[in-house]
């Protein structure tokens, strides 16, 4: 019985069974993390306690919708947050939110955009204007997928707009006149000092709020261009004081996670003039080898990678950033595998301003805005933050390095006897990768605290999660 195995139907079967509430959308509510959404969306009473199913009868997989929607009746209910908690800024320009298109394939045509903005997205970073002749690949995309077939890993080997610059231009003139209040961030690309100037110049004329420079596209053609340029400190600081000197508009500098150390880059582009760095494009990877041999080669390409996979490094890029003394007052705009309001409020937590989607949105679409928005607000009004500068201030002094973990205890995992159906996983899992501390008896596995180091291996490889820390610290043995 679980929302996970819901396929997320667009015009969903079960919603229009049901003519009173809108299972599909409760059901969206509790994957993507927002459980007290998904129980204010309930009616008073339960329209389901009336019915017969015809939500679930309708599924074409045969999801027990109604049955979930049931188990939340006797959840307590928050009441609806104050939205105007989420209201913050980007270099100045007032946002409804700090939720944005990054700039990719979702961020590059009107339609799109208005699309997205009526959503509820506060602003787009718009795909990357240039003036190449781009001609893609196809296909262009590969992924690695969950055991639910959920992508978590994604790769693509596009590159920048197709448009031609006059094409772009029209787009952002009506955009801000249609879309005045939402955020219109321009990424664009030179290929030499006159081709930054020239783009920077146009787009502030036509229009944009502010300005990306994109020194980190991993996918380029020509030499000197994208993360080409973002694993050169000088070049980053040569380009963005060229786009200093002809826009008046705030500069973001977005940078490249193909690189050890990003605040090189980054305060490069401060030192050129920068007023904001925006973290991560996309990582060099290879996700998989045509292993068939019949025509002599073993075919591979590669390419960026992003989407839930990422999350982990952007998470340590962005907190490198804002630990940086030198990029103080910088604004940061974080993105890389942002799904839920959770994963987008650990990249706040960590400094960033604003936060960034693409791969969720190709995913699953503009509509996750729903449950970013309501599950951030509802976090923040449940925890007393009245705005989204004081999360940070919590959380960023929680961030420890290595060398200052306290090494002095142990936790061990405890048991959840009721739960385990004895599969064994979390035995073979310690006997072969951790420290033969679990034995079977009766089919079910007992702990030796003797043996156990506290590594929580077992935890992570319950199916059943019928693992769980104990949360109590042990003072070790001398
Ligand atoms: C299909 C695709 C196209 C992209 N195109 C661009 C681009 O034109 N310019 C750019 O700066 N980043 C581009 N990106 C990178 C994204 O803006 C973003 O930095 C990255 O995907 C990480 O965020 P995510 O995990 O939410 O996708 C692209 C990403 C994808 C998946």
Not at 167 to 188: G, H, Q, T, W
Not at 240 to 268: C, F, G, Q, W, Y
Not at 294 to 322: H, N, W
Not at 397 to 402: A, H, L
Request: with cysteine; charged share 25%.
């Amino acid at each position: 019985m679980k929302s996970e195995e819901c396929l997320l139907c667009h015009d969903a079967a079960c919603s229009k069974a049901c003519g009173k509430l809108d299972p599909a959308r409760i059901l969206r509510s509790l994957y993507f993390d927002n459980e007290p959404g998904a129980v204010r969306q309930l009616d008073e009473p339960l329209a389901c306690l009336q019915c017969d199913g015809r939500c679930q009868s309708s599924c074409p997989v045969e999801v027990p919708v109604r049955n979930i929607v049931m188990s939340l009746k006797d959840r307590p209910v928050d009441p609806v947050p104050d939205y105007d908690c989420l209201r913050t800024d980007f270099c100045g320009f007032p946002l409804i939110n700090p939720f944005l298109l990054s700039s990719s394939v979702v961020a590059s045509t009107y339609e799109m955009c208005a699309r997205a903005f009526e959503a509820g997205w506060a602003g787009a970073a718009f795909k990357t204007v240039c003036l190449m002749d781009i001609r893609e690949a196809s296909p262009r995309f590969s992924a690695i997928r969950g055991d639910n077939g959920r992508i978590i890993g994604f790769k693509n080997i596009e590159q920048l707009s197709d448009h031609t610059l006059e094409e772009n231009l029209e787009i952002f003139r009506r955009l801000k006149k249609d879309y005045p209040d939402r955020l219109l961030l321009v990424s664009f690309m030179g290929r030499n000092d006159e081709e930054w100037a020239f783009l920077a110049e146009k787009l502030s004329e036509a229009g944009a709020d502010a300005l990306e420079m994109n020194f980190s596209c991993p996918n380029m053609t020509e030499e000197n261009t994208g993360s080409d340029v973002g694993q050169i400190p000088q070049l980053v600081e040569r380009y963005t004081r060229i786009v200093r000197e002809h826009t008046k508009l705030p500069i973001i500098a977005k940078l490249t996670p193909n690189i050890t150390d990003i605040t090189e880059s980054a305060e490069a582009a401060v030192r050129g003039g920068a007023d904001g760095l925006a973290a991560i494009n996309t990582i060099k990877s290879l996700i998989e080898v045509d292993i068939d041999p019949s025509d002599g080669i073993f075919r591979a390409s590669i390419g960026g990678y992003s989407g839930k996979a990422v999350k982990p490094i952007a998470l340590r890029f962005i907190a490198q950033l804002s630990q940086d003394e030198k990029l103080k007052g910088q604004h940061i705009t974080a993105m890389g595998g942002i799904e839920t309001w959770r994963d987008a409020l650990e990249f706040i937590a960590l400094g960033a301003d604003s936060v960034q989607v693409t791969t969720a949105v190709m995913q699953y679409g503009y509509r996750i805005i729903d449950d970013l928005i309501d599950g951030m607000a509802g976090y923040m009004q449940r925890h007393g933050f009245k705005s989204l500068s004081e999360i940070a201030d919590t959380a960023t002094p929680g961030i420890v390095s290595t060398e200052e973990l306290d090494r002095s205890y142990v936790i061990y995992p405890r048991f959840l006897r009721e739960r385990c159906v004895g599969c064994q996983r979390c035995y073979l899992s310690c006997l072969d990768g951790g420290h033969q501390a679990i034995s079977i008896k009766e089919g079910k596995p007992v702990l030796d605290p003797e043996k156990c180091v506290g590594c929580h291996l077992c935890v992570l490889v319950c199916p059943q999660s019928a693992i769980v820390s104990s949360e109590v610290r042990v003072a070790k043995k001398k």
